[in-house]
Antibody, heavy 116, light 112 residues
Framework: EVQLVQSGAEVKKPGESLKISCKGSGYNFTNNWIGWVRQMPGKGLEWMGIIYPRDSDTKYSPSFQGQVTISVDKSISTAYLQWSSLKASDTAIYYC?????????WGQGTLVTVSS | DIVMTQTPLSLSVTPGQPASISCKSSQSLLHSAGKTFLYWYLQKPGQPPQVLIYEVSNRFSGVPDRFSGSGSGTDFALKISRVEAEDVGVYYCMQTIQLPYSFGQGTKLEIK
């Protein structure tokens, strides 16, 4: 079964750093782009960026460029999303998803709560 | 950037009745190779999104045939022929022809 499993919920303070993960299984992880999507509380889906595990080629939405870093460790079939200095406005659920032309499957989501 | 605009933003439908959602893009989603990069997703309460329709009108594996997609260029629609209780959630259109990819605002479907 093809699946993406994300790391667990996080509670952080403003200014702290964070790295969340998305581990693929059931397929050749290097063959498909992995995208990241943000969903703020009660809001819609926002596309953040995408990475190609084979060569780490990464594309960011301008809205998120410089705000987050997307990376990958293909040796362990895992993609990452990280922040160097969190803000309260980063509170959201973050999803990873595998791209064919459509996005499927999706990870279960990682809830990130940033609060002082 | 391509802006995706969905209407309506909410729908309340009696079971067994049809429903329709419109999605308009600010630029054509037709690629020179002939494919149109328009997708429909459903996010059920408390779940990640799931793909329903790919490339305008192709039902994803396991999606009931009461769901259908249509359209071309910049105007698209998702239709549910007979709404069932399990169809509740938020429906999103998405384009992947041009970076940054983008979603519509979402249409919330509830059952009357």
């Amino acid at each position: 079964e093809v699946q993406l499993v994300q790391s667990g919920a996080e509670v952080k303070k403003p200014g702290e750093s964070l790295k969340i993960s998305c581990k693929g299984s059931g397929y050749n992880f290097t063959n498909n782009w992995i995208g990241w999507v943000r969903q703020m509380p009660g809001k819609g889906l926002e596309w953040m960026g995408i990475i190609y595990p084979r060569d780490s080629d990464t594309k960011y939405s301008p809205s998120f460029q410089g705000q987050v870093t997307i990376s990958v460790d293909k040796s362990i079939s895992t993609a990452y999303l990280q922040w160097s200095s969190l803000k309260a406005s980063d509170t959201a659920i973050y999803y990873c998803a595998r791209r064919n032309n459509w996005f499927d499957p999706w990870g279960q989501g990682t809830l990130v709560t940033v609060s002082s | 950037d391509i802006v995706m605009t969905q209407t309506p933003l909410s729908l309340s439908v009696t079971p067994g009745q049809p429903a329709s959602i419109s999605c308009k893009s600010s630029q054509s989603l037709l690629h020179s190779a002939g494919k149109t990069f328009l997708y429909w997703y459903l996010q059920k309460p408390g779940q990640p999104p799931q793909v329903l329709i790919y490339e305008v009108s192709n039902r994803f594996s396991g999606v009931p045939d009461r769901f259908s997609g249509s359209g071309s260029g910049t105007d698209f629609a998702l239709k549910i022929s007979r709404v069932e209780a399990e169809d509740v959630g938020v429906y999103y259109c998405m384009q992947t022809i041009q970076l940054p990819y983008s979603f519509g605002q979402g249409t919330k479907l509830e059952i009357k």
